[in-house]
C-alpha cells in the first residue's frame, strides 16, 4: 500500500467571502462546484489539486503552511505587497533565495493562514523588483545536505541547472 499523492487541502477563514477573494485576486485560483455540509465552504481550483476553504472557528498555526507554484511570481508579490499580506515573521524573511536557486515567498492569507509561494529558477526573476528577496544562508548556514535539497525533485525539469 502506497499514497499515491495529495487530494486537496483545508484551511479556515473568518469570513468565507473576504477569503475567497484574497485567493481569487492574489493567486488567480477558480471557484469550483463544493458540497454542502451544513456549513460554509468554497473549494477552489488549484492545478489539478484543490484548496477547500471553510468558515468554522479554528486556530491557526503561526508556522504551518501550504506552497504552490504559480505562473506569474512577480504579480503575486507586487499583489501581496500591496495588500500587506508578505510575511516576515514566520521563517525570518518574507521572500528567499535557496541554495539551489529556487524561490520562497511568505504570505498570510485574511484569516492568517500561511502560504509559500515557489519558483524554480531566480535567474528568471528582477531581484530589483523583490527588494526583500535575501540568500537563504544570510541568516541560516548550510550544511551537505541543504546545499544538495531542493523544491522540485519530482520535477527536474524545473529545476535550475548548477
Not at 479556515?12 to 477573494?21: F, H, I, Q, V
Not at 518574507?94 to 536557486?101: A, Q
Not at 520562497?104 to 492568517?112: C, E, I, K, N, T
Not at 523588483?129 to 531542493?150: C, H, N, T, V, Y
Request: glycine share 6%; net charge negative.
Amino acid at each position: 500500500m502506497k499514497v499515491l499523492g495529495f487530494n486537496h487541502l483545508s484551511v479556515g477563514a473568518k469570513d468565507l467571502e473576504t477569503s475567497m477573494r484574497f485567493y481569487q485576486e492574489v493567486l488567480g485560483l477558480e471557484p469550483i462546484p463544493t458540497y454542502n455540509f451544513g456549513f460554509k465552504t468554497r473549494y477552489l481550483r488549484c492545478g489539478d489539486l484543490q484548496l477547500h476553504v471553510f468558515e468554522l472557528q479554528d486556530h491557526v498555526p503561526v508556522y504551518q503552511h501550504f506552497a504552490i507554484d504559480v505562473d506569474d511570481f512577480h504579480a503575486v508579490y507586487e499583489r501581496a505587497k500591496a495588500l500587506g499580506a508578505l510575511d516576515s515573521t514566520a521563517f525570518r524573511n518574507c521572500v528567499n533565495e535557496l541554495p539551489d536557486g529556487c524561490v520562497q515567498m511568505y504570505l498570510r492569507d485574511p484569516a492568517g493562514n500561511l502560504i509559500e509561494v515557489d519558483w524554480p529558477d531566480v535567474n528568471t526573476l528582477d531581484r530589483s523588483k523583490i527588494p526583500e528577496m535575501k540568500l537563504l544562508s544570510e541568516f541560516a548556514a548550510q550544511d551537505a545536505e541543504g546545499l544538495r535539497a531542493s523544491l522540485y525533485l519530482d520535477r527536474p525539469h524545473m529545476k535550475p541547472s548548477r
